[in-house]
């Protein structure tokens, strides 16, 4: 069983699930600090909830690193996983995480995913991590939105974000951080995103 094969039928779900809700977005390959991972799937809406997908043909060799990276942004995650990698990865993934098995449909030739343990809140989110996700003209724009910009405007994006973390409270901080992202329109990857209300 592909990745490819689990992608799809994961996102067909994702996005029959969040038909005509105008608040979430489902992104494919949404990166993630700069480079350090990049999620397979991801739901934004009032949370970030990421999807990882380890098909056969995958190894697991990443998965600790990518469990690092993506416990550092998300407030939920999700492993998909084919059977093949299911018993070692369930081992893997913290707690909090998700779980969904991949298992092939005889019948249909397709693709079952079955719920072998739901999604919980991140207990720590890293804020800094968090606002990496944001380009530095929107972190930019925020600061400008409470005149905070001041000393800044021609900064790196290091010290944008550094000023963002001073400047509002953590919660406030990632309930703007998830708007932006469901508002941002030219998305850099290489397939359209898509709005679920539209």
Request: one cysteine or more.
């Amino acid at each position: 069983m592909k990745d490819q094969d689990i992608r799809a039928v994961l996102k067909a779900e994702l996005m029959r699930k969040y038909a005509g809700d105008s608040n979430t977005l489902v992104l494919d390959e949404l990166g993630i600090r700069h480079g350090l991972g990049r999620l397979d799937l991801a739901v934004v809406n009032h949370r970030l909830h990421g999807y990882e997908i380890k098909g056969d043909l995958d190894n697991l060799r990443r998965l600790p690193d990518q469990i690092k990276v993506f416990s550092s942004v998300a407030d939920r995650m999700t492993l998909v996983v084919s059977y093949r990698h299911a018993g070692r990865a369930f081992k893997m993934v913290p707690d909090w995480w998700g779980v969904r098995l991949a298992e092939p449909n005889e019948a249909s030739g397709s693709v079952v995913l079955n719920s072998a343990r739901a999604p919980r809140n991140n207990p720590s989110v890293d804020i800094n991590a968090l606002v990496t996700l944001l380009w530095r003209n929107e972190a930019l724009a925020m600061l400008e939105g409470i005149d905070a910009a001041d000393g800044v405007r021609s900064k790196s994006r290091k010290i944008i974000y550094h000023r963002l973390v001073e400047a509002f409270d953590p919660e406030d901080l990632k309930t703007r951080i998830r708007q932006q992202l469901r508002n941002r329109k030219a998305w850099r990857v290489a397939e359209p995103q898509t709005s679920c209300g539209d």
